[in-house]
């Protein structure tokens, strides 16, 4: 348990492009913490694009091994892809999902809202399943008939659904408004959807839970109309008064705060999502499991913008705050999310995906002052 740590051992995995330059800027950051999480101890490790040109395995084993048996967390950065397939290369974030157990991706969409202490416009969360559903990865080609067939199988299991579906109780009863959205397309996909909104629902009447989520208010969306009402919040990012309005004109965005779906519904819905707060520099995630949390920018290795300095590190200032808020240290997280809060609000020390000037290490620097 977090009480009984001596030492918060966490696994730095920059990997490619941008990733070595924002996950510096969050380890600095943890250090600034520092007072209120146990003693930092950080393990450099590699994985990625440029470790399998090196190399010729884009995970090594020792990297798995030491986050399996030396880290109680961990950031990873980003991975370049190759443009075209290359025979032995697969992606080591997908990787690292399956062998880690980590399946809930969770995605925070929070507005900055113009005065500290007033609410965000918006301020949900995505819970988004990340092991099964159409990634299971069954395709088919087959000549039939018609030509070419193709066939994809989606694979829904009540195991998976119903940790994913406690998980995200679990967030809710976590936040102020205790509200969770089901999304799903069981008025199509009556099997699959079906089963995944019903072991959902089914979650507080588990034996065992005796109550514990009787405070969480529970809804249902469709994809499609959830996707609709989301994407008319546009746009997030400066709230002025003229944003404030259109959100009026706009449906409440007020009707979402946990949303949990399964994981290509998810995918899209959590994409849409960093569509409406303007760069993905801002956006962070973390992956996690029973026993394990690793955050990760949204954003991939950035290649544009690779070794410029410019890099935006706040999506990966937020990850570590995410990871450390899932490991129970709050007041370290408050403290970090403030600094991030009052840096945006003040618009002083900005890289230029939001229109400012700064560099990565100048935004960087202004966290640090702030905290
Ligand atoms: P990858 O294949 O690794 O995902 P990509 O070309 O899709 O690479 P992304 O990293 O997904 O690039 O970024 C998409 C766009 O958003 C790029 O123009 C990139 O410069 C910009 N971007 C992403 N992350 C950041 C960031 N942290 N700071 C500033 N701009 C960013
Ligand atoms: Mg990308």
Known sequence: TTAARQSLRIGLIPADGIGKEVIPAAKAVITAVGSDIPKPDFVDLVAGWECFTRTGVALPEETVEALQNECDCALFGSVSSPSRKVVGYSSPIVALRKKLDLYANIRPVISVAPEAGQKPAVDLVVVRENTECLYVKEETLIVGE????????????????????????????????????????????????????????????????????????????????????????????????????????????????????????????????????????????VNAGDNFVMGEPVHGSAPDIEGKGIANPIASIRSAALMLRRLDYTKAADRIDKAVDQVIREGRFLTPDLKGKSTTSEVLEAVLSKI
Do not use: C
């Open 146 to 285: 018609n030509g070419k067939e193709a066939r994809a199988s989606r694979l829904i299991t009540e195991r998976a659904s119903r940790r994913i579906g406690q998980m995200a109780f679990e967030l809710a009863k976590s936040r102020p408004r205790k509200h969770l959205t089901i999304i799903h397309k069981s008025n199509v996909l009556s099997v699959t959807d079906g089963l995944f909104r019903e072991t959902v629902r089914a979650v507080p009447s588990l034996p065992g839970v005796d109550g514990k989520y009787s405070d969480v208010t529970i809804a249902e969306q469709l994809v499609d109309s959830a996707v609709y009402r989301y994407a008319s919040i546009l746009p997030l990012r400066a709230e002025s008064s003229l944003i404030i309005e259109l959100l009026r004109l706009f449906r409440e965005p007020e009707i979402f705060d946990v949303m949990v779906a399964p994981n290509l519904y998810g995918d899209i819905i959590s994409d849409a999502a960093a569509a409406l707060v303007g760069s993905l520099g801002l956006i962070p995630s």
